[in-house]
Structures are given as C-alpha cells and as structure tokens.
C-alpha cells in the first residue's frame, strides 16, 4: 500500500538514489515481466510448470509465479509487487519499503494499512494479510511526502501473524491443460492449493493495537539519526 513518491534528501528505501523516484523494495520493475511458463497438470499432485525448476516452489511445496528477476532495472511499477520479494519481505518480517527488520516492540510488529477499520468491530484482527510490515521510518517519510496517506491509512503493532498460506490463482482440469478459475486466499492445509499459482504470502493478524500515526512521528523524531 505504500504508494510512490519521491525524496530530496535522506536514507533511500528501497532500490533508490537521491533525488530519484523511490520504489518500495516489494514492488515490481518493469523488466520484471512473467517468464512465459506452461501450467501443466501433474496427476495425483496438481499444477506445475512444463519446465518446472527446484525454485519454482516454496518450502512447503506451493507453485509459484515466476517473475524474472531484475530489480532496479526500467522503471518501477507502483501497484504491482514482484511475488517474490513479498515473500521474501513476509516470510521475514522485513520491512516492504526499505528491505531493513520491521519495526517491533513489546507490543508487537509494526503495519501500516490502508484503513478499513469500519469493515468488522475489531478489524485487522482476524485478517489476511498480503502487506508486509514496515519499520518506522519508512512509515514517516511516507506520510510526510503523502500527506493522503494520513487519512487513508492506519498503523498497527501486531502480536501474532501467522503465516497462513498463500494468494494466487486456482486452476482445475481443463481439455487441453489447467485452466484457471479464480484468484483467492490458500491455507497451506487446504488441497486446492496444490492446484495453485501463488503470487503473495498470507500472514493473519492477530492481537492488533492501532498505533496513532502522530505517535509513530514523535518516535522517529525522537530516535538518535542513523
Ligand atoms: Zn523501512
């Protein structure tokens, strides 16, 4: 969710330099395009690739897309993640701008989330989770050069956040291979989702306590300048 946006002085998150666009670290570059790959049906298992390689699955043996791998290289594109720096980022607990250990303390792992806090009573708790966490500088510079964000977004120190499968596409038997149906959320116990394409790892959020922005400001400020 963090958005683009640019920077005139200071440490650069992500693949950047100053004065230039900052891209958050998750997010995907233009010559990091879908390497053309065939999903075929492996019968009594589920997808994979015709051309399949050890690194097309994670440790719990889920298909994965494959985007090439070239970070930094054409230009960023804002809104679109590379699936496998998310993982990377989510599996562990990194922040999604900048690459460095999320935020934690006492109180949990530092969010910051687009605020739909009139979805459920307790919203986030309870929720699936495709953002990985951040730490607090990159929540400051991002609302000090999106002001938007300050209404738009909320931040959270998460207790629990299990990681709880996979989103991707869903596949089933077609005539001539695996077609696929829809897009959703896997848990890694269900058996569709070894008729998956995974393009997000999914952790569920529990024990959350909203964090007032203006908080998180007087931290920053607070801390000693790396
Ligand atoms: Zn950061």
New binding site residues.
């Given amino acids: 969710m963090i958005p683009a946006f640019t920077a005139t002085n200071g440490p650069a ?1 992500g693949r950047v330099r100053e004065n230039h666009i900052i891209a958050p670290y998750i997010t995907a570059w233009s010559a990091e395009q879908q390497i053309p790959s065939r999903v075929v049906e492996r019968p009594g298992h589920g997808v994979g690739y015709g051309d399949e390689l050890v690194g097309d699955r994670d440790a719990r043996g889920v298909l994965w897309q494959r985007p090439a791998l070239r970070h930094g290289v054409g230009k960023p594109e804002f809104g679109r993640v590379h699936p496998l720096r998310q993982r990377r980022a989510m599996r562990k607990l990194l ?1 999604q ?2 690459a ?1 250990p999320a935020d934690r303390n006492d109180d949990g792992v530092l969010w910051l989330l687009r605020d739909y806090r009139g979805d459920w009573p307790d919203w986030p708790d309870g929720m699936a989770c495709t953002e990985p966490p ?2 607090v ?2 929540v400051v510079l991002s609302l000090r050069l999106c002001p938007a964000l300050r209404r738009g977004a909320a931040a959270f120190r998460v207790r629990r956040f299990e990681v709880a499968g996979v989103r991707g596409t869903l596949y089933r038997k077609g005539v001539s291979g695996p077609v696929a149906v829809e897009g959703s959320n896997f848990a890694y116990d269900d058996p569709d989702t070894r008729w998956v394409v995974a393009s997000a790892l999914v952790r569920e959020l529990r024990g959350c306590t909203v964090v007032p922005l203006t908080e998180l400001a007087e931290q920053h400020d607070a801390a000693p300048r790396r």
């Fill in positions: 998150p922040c701008v900048c460095g951040v730490c500088r990159c």
